[in-house]
């Protein structure tokens, strides 16, 4: 029987798929919940993503702005 996913399981699969599933659509909200911006300051100006990493676990992830359509 496998186990839910749950923060408890820190450092786990677990753990990467209940972020990944409970990501806001707004990335900012991430900032309000202990995460802090990494975004190269190059990357910053030429695109439209931000990368984001999780003080806690060091686990990092990359929003990428959508487009319509």
Not at 4 to 19: C, E, N
Not at 57 to 69: E, Q, S, W
């Amino acid at each position: 029987m496998s186990k839910p996913l749950s923060y408890q399981y820190t450092g786990t699969k677990g753990h990467i798929a209940a972020v990944a599933s409970g990501l806001p659509k707004n990335p900012d909200s991430l900032l309000e919940n202990g995460w802090k911006e990494v975004t190269d300051p190059r990357a910053k100006a030429s695109s439209n993503s931000r990368v984001f990493k999780e003080k806690s676990t060091g686990l990092r992830i990359r929003f990428d702005k959508g487009t319509p359509g």
